[in-house]
């Protein structure tokens, strides 16, 4: 499991998936987030603009993403 650390409260799921190197445009974030790949914390998130805070789990194509403030 990779882990982001955020210096502000929270960071945009669009953006995490960005810094961890899972897509390369906010473009192809968005997609894959509209079609249902991407969960956090276990459940299926559809909005690129969902905040992101400390303890979440962003999971993508077999990829874990812990985030820590």
Known sequence: METIKIR??????G???K???LVQTGVEAKF???DGLVKVN???????G???VNGDIVEFDGNQ?????
């Open 19 to 21: 810094l961890a190197g």
């Open 32 to 34: 894959v987030i509209q």
């Open 50 to 52: 969902k905040k992101i």
């Open 42 to 48: 276990g459940q299926v998130e559809l909005q690129r």
């Open 8 to 13: 502000d409260d929270f960071i945009k799921l």
């Open 65 to 69: 993403i812990k985030i820590e403030g």
């Open 15 to 17: 953006q995490v998936l």
